[in-house]
């Protein structure tokens, strides 16, 4: 299964729900902000992952935004911080 780039942003009130989303997130991807992960998953676990988080949010209150980003976007993303460039190879454990 192809590995793809999606960038998952979050925005939840509640702390208890919060920390299972981030849990979840830091499992998976690299946090490039506080409520924004990048991450290289297939298709399969991408759908895992969407399951898991479903079963901790509330959909009425909570957001959760899940954005693909193809492999010309990343090319023509970058950073503008001391952080690694979008989506760079670096020395993460994942």
């Given at each position: 299964n192809t590995v793809h780039n999606f960038?998952?942003?979050y925005d939840i009130s509640d702390d208890k729900r919060r920390k299972k989303v981030n849990d979840?997130?830091?499992g998976i991807?690299?946090?490039v902000n506080f409520s924004v992960f990048e991450v290289q998953?297939?298709?399969v676990q991408l759908t895992t992952i969407e399951e898991e988080l479903i079963s901790i949010i509330q959909p009425n209150i909570d957001s959760?935004?899940?954005y693909h980003i193809c492999k010309n976007c990343v090319?023509?993303?970058k950073s503008l911080s001391?952080?690694?460039n979008p989506f760079e190879v670096g020395d993460y454990f994942v």
């Open positions: 960038l998952i942003i979840v997130l830091e991807g690299i946090r998953i297939n298709t959760i935004r899940i090319s023509k993303s001391n952080q690694a």
